[in-house]
């Protein structure tokens, strides 16, 4: 990847006014075809041909109302998830602390998947996992950390529940203890008490062991004892800290527990607090911010084009469209409004405490920007998560397009479908064959005729709208994919050509 930018900067200059006219040659070719398929269809009208009932079975053949069915299911099934997951109300304090508790473990799973993919273990210059290993041995590390950190999150879960348990067997021998008038035996009663009470703490300890000190000795090979000793210490007293946080932010005391253990489980004891507080604490309450709108704003959408009591069959194309552009918008702007706020705080990081100054922001940029993607992998990764629900919306608005014209078959079935089988239920099976016979207004009233005629009219357009946009998307993919395969040719070419004198 090295290179890649300069390359495309340098072709970019060489022959800017070539891939102007490439992108205007595009988006004319493009308007050619959306004008072909959006072109106003000449001949009989959609009345007179519905009048003639010879057409009609073919026109029942060729309906399709049950493509819209699974799809519309799938989203009430999807925001019937998100609600119980978020709340009802798309902004409350449940709904941003679910995101929070979700940020919380995206510096995890980001640094870990970028460890595993690019062998970038560091943050700054605090190495957190140990770098230079083979890809089999990165693979086994994260599994066994993954594993640890399932067992983590289940004992955290039922920490109650764990602490009842074992006050419950260790409460006969207790209350002896105590009812013996010797000292030390109230201390052994005390004691056991305190045992209780710290013994989930200890299965939290013993599972960061395994996250952390048997992965590396079983796929890493090198000795992390005293990166266990950190682990086991920061879990216990997480665990002291996430009853607290149960009480106030709910599920975020899980995700706390979690990261806490795993974010001490690389092999470097002298990382900077500061590091810990950005990985931790100032990144993840940003992300969650930017999350908490953006997910809201795919909710809004989600609920918007699902059926409803006031709209049995969904929103209107030009509806789904809107939202989608809205909700990239939205997007844009949490990102852009995530990428301000992080630089801002990092400045003024380093305005109020220079010396403690994680990195600098300035710096990952300038390695971006040269293509160097494996040393920011946690950072850009992070980032994109913002995207993701805009991705879930614009998925399910391009199929909710897609599965437009379904909606309106399946009312089009409803008015021509009942009319074919009375007049097939009077005339018999012999009433499709050709005759000069036009029986369809025997059947169908003229404001059934008019109804189907701007039913098959939304249907025409929708598909045109369809087509057009979906040529547009596989022809802005098919040129990203030529200038992405042309432009390490073209700069060679560039480069071998000789200086102008």
């Not at 001949?43 to 309906?63: A, N, Q």
């Not at 067997?169 to 109230?186: F, G």
Request: glycine share 8%.
């Amino acid at each position: 990847m090295s290179g890649w930018w300069d390359w495309v900067e340098s072709v970019g200059k060489t022959y800017s006014g070539t891939i102007t006219v490439l992108a205007l040659a595009v988006g004319f070719v493009a308007m050619i075809f959306a004008g072909l398929a959006l072109r106003p269809k000449r001949g009989p009208s959609e009345i007179d041909l519905l009048r003639d009932h010879h057409g009609w079975r073919k026109r029942l053949d060729d309906l399709n109302p049950d493509w819209a069915d699974a799809w519309f299911a799938g989203i009430a099934r999807f925001s019937g998830f998100a609600s119980r997951l978020y709340g009802e109300r798309l902004l409350s304090w449940r709904a941003f602390d679910k995101a929070l508790m979700i940020a919380f473990l995206y510096p995890i799973a980001a640094l870990l998947l970028g460890w595993a993919l690019f062998d970038a273990g560091r943050l700054g210059e605090s190495e957190f996992l140990p770098e230079g290993l083979k890809l089999w041995r990165r693979t086994l590390l994260l599994v066994a950390i993954g594993l640890g950190a399932g067992v983590m999150y289940l004992v955290a879960q039922h920490y109650g529940k764990i602490e009842a348990a074992i006050s419950r067997y260790l409460m006969p021998l207790q209350k002896r203890l105590d009812n013996l008038p010797v000292l030390p035996s109230q201390a052994g009663g005390f004691s056991l008490r305190v045992l209780a009470g710290l013994a989930p703490s200890a299965a939290l300890a013993l599972a960061a062991y395994f996250a952390v000190a048997g992965a590396g000795a079983a796929a890493v090979g090198v000795a992390l004892s005293v990166a266990v000793a950190v682990a086991v210490a920061v879990c216990v007293g997480v665990v002291g800290a996430a009853v607290v946080v149960l009480v106030i932010a709910g599920a975020v005391g899980v995700a706390a527990v979690v990261a806490g253990a795993l974010t001490f489980a690389g092999n470097d004891l002298l990382t900077p607090p500061a590091t810990v507080l950005l990985f931790l604490g100032f990144l993840p309450i940003l992300n969650a911010l930017a999350d908490f709108l953006s997910i809201a704003a795919t909710r809004a959408f989600l609920r918007h084009i699902a059926p409803g009591p006031a709209r049995p069959h969904g929103a209107s194309l030009l509806a789904v469209l809107a939202g989608v552009l809205l909700d990239l918008v939205i997007a844009a702007t949490c990102l852009l409004g995530l990428l301000w706020a992080i630089t801002a705080g990092l400045d003024l990081w380093a305005h109020m405490r220079p010396a403690s100054l994680p990195f600098d922001w300035r710096a990952y940029r300038a390695s971006l920007c040269a293509g160097d993607l494996e040393r920011g992998t946690m950072l850009w990764l992070m980032l994109l998560t913002t995207l993701a629900p805009t991705a879930v919306h614009l998925a399910t608005g391009l199929g909710a397009v897609l599965t437009r014209t379904a909606k309106i078959d399946r009312e089009i079935h409803a008015l021509l479908g009942p009319a074919a089988e009375k007049l097939e239920a009077k005339h018999g099976h012999g009433v499709w064959a050709i005759d000069e016979t036009r029986r369809g207004p025997e059947v169908l009233s003229e404001d059934d005729l008019h109804k189907l005629d701007l039913l098959y009219a939304r249907r025409s357009f929708d598909s045109k709208v369809v087509f057009a946009l979906l040529l547009l998307l596989t022809m802005a993919v098919l040129v990203a994919a030529v200038a992405w395969l042309l432009t390490p040719a073209a700069a060679t070419i560039c480069a071998s050509l000789p200086a102008p004198a």
